[in-house]
């Protein structure tokens, strides 16, 4: 059983960066493609990136493909998602999510079997 924690979170103004670490707990984390998704109030939750387990592919949705970096470390078991030029609207809050396939299984949420508990991003502007 993984779990997953994240931190990183918090509250920037436009154009700053904020750096997202996503910590798991199990053995199985090396293994398994993992995504960060976000949830915006009132809005239902979408990907933003997907690394499978090697970091070999990257996916990234397009509304933050150039200003966010996807990563992980496998010896730490910890991902990462380097967040920069921030705008307003991606204000939201940031799940990472583990999945029990080794390559990018899909871009929802159905695709992935274990999540973060979510940490708050907020930009003003």
């Known amino acids: 059983q993984e779990q997953l924690v994240e931190s990183g979170g918090g509250l920037v103004q436009a154009g700053g960066s904020l750096r997202l670490s996503c910590a798991a707990s199990?053995?199985?984390?090396?293994?398994?493609?993992m995504g960060w998704f976000r949830q915006a109030p009132g809005k239902e939750r979408d990907i933003v990136a997907a690394i499978t387990w090697n970091g070999g592919s990257i996916y990234y949705a397009d509304s933050v493909q150039g200003r966010f970096t996807i990563s992980r470390d496998n010896a730490k078991n910890t991902a990462y998602l380097q967040m920069n030029s921030l705008k307003p609207e991606d204000t939201a809050v940031y799940y990472c999510?583990?999945?029990?396939?080794?390559?990018?299984?899909?871009?929802?949420?159905?695709?992935?079997?274990?999540w973060g508990q979510g940490t708050q991003v907020t930009v003003s502007s």
């Open positions: 199990g053995r199985t984390f090396s293994r398994f493609a």
């Open positions: 999510a583990l999945s029990t396939s080794a390559r990018i299984p899909g871009v929802s949420i159905g695709h992935f079997d274990y």
